[in-house]
């Protein structure tokens, strides 16, 4: 059950646009359809009323720049990035990420359908009735891994270059990152990718982080503001920083699908061959001498 209600528009205008929607996924299952051209096609109409053809004689600057291949993108400089895979996306990213500044993808009516119709040609996998609001940013997109009933609010990052993982009916809130990817603290180059799970029916609420490699289980929820390093177990709530499991719902027996306690875990990768190994332990605890704490005088 959900807590949303309907809304209608116009007809004339919900024709208009499901007549667009319908041609887009028509053009985005040919095989023989070059996606910088359709991005370039689409943008040139959405932004500036005209043909890319139009826009490139009248103000070229802003037409070469509608044109995925005359931009980069971060992931182009990770050495982790399937450089094949990312440029078959790139365009349908840089079509996605513009079409959000816009009016057409500021209006969920229309912009929905377009991403959900974007996502069936970026992510590793995409189940039905993927919702994700505007303004959501990606790695490379193409591990992303998403089930049936799943939505993404606003302004969210999925750093999605060692695989993210969203179960059927996950949610992730406003504002959110979620890693997967590392640092290390003292070797910025040397990285290592671990896949990052949300389970089935979990909630990750406002402005939280989830780090790579974490599991979070079926039903279970990481609350506003927490940083998850970690795992949550099936119906627990872990809040703080970093996030501790602290509660777990009143809910009856169920067998979870997701269960960070079992979840089997892909090894870890290294994503820079500099740095081969597994990064060993870094850090240790500070004393107070090693902070020079003065007690405050008088």
């Not at 890319?52 to 931009?71: E, H, R, T």
């Not at 909630?203 to 490699?213: E, F, M, P, Q, W």
């Not at 061959?273 to 605890?285: E, G, S, Y």
Request: charge should be negative; glycine fraction near 8%; include cysteine.
């Amino acid at each position: 059950m959900t807590w949303l209600k309907p809304v209608d528009i116009g007809a004339g205008a919900q024709a208009t646009f499901n007549d667009f929607v319908r041609d887009l996924e028509t053009r985005l299952a040919d095989p023989t359809t070059n996606r910088a051209a359709l991005t370039c096609s689409v943008l040139a109409e959405a932004m500036y009323g005209r043909s890319y053809a139009q826009l490139l004689s009248d103000a070229p600057l802003a037409a070469l720049n509608l044109d995925a291949g005359n931009v980069t993108f971060e992931a182009e400089y990770y050495m982790a990035t399937d450089q094949e895979r990312f440029a078959q996306v790139k365009p349908l990213l840089w079509l996605w990420k513009n079409l959000d500044l816009t009016p057409l993808g500021q209006n969920p009516v229309l912009g929905i359908p377009v991403r959900r119709a974007l996502a069936q040609h970026i992510f590793r996998r995409v189940g039905r009735n993927f919702k994700c609001w505007q303004n959501v940013e990606f790695s490379v997109g193409y591990n992303m891994e998403v089930g049936d009933d799943v939505v993404v609010h606003r302004h969210v990052l999925l750093d999605d270059i060692g695989g993210i993982e969203l179960h059927d009916g996950a949610s992730v809130s406003d504002y959110v990152n979620i890693y997967s990817h590392t640092h290390s603290v003292l070797d910025g180059p040397d990285v290592t990718l671990r896949r990052t799970v949300i389970g089935r029916g979990a909630r990750i609420t406002y402005h939280s982080t989830v780090l790579a490699g974490s599991v979070v289980s079926d039903d279970a929820m990481l609350a506003t503001h927490a940083l998850l390093r970690g795992d949550i177990p099936p119906h627990g709530i872990a809040m703080g920083l970093p996030a501790r499991t602290t509660r777990l719902k009143l809910r009856p027996p169920t067998e979870p699908h997701v269960d960070a306690r079992t979840w089997p875990r892909e090894g870890a990768r290294k994503a820079n061959p500099d740095f081969p190994d597994p990064t060993p332990n870094q850090t240790r605890t500070p004393a107070q001498d090693d902070l020079n704490v003065r007690e405050p005088v008088g």
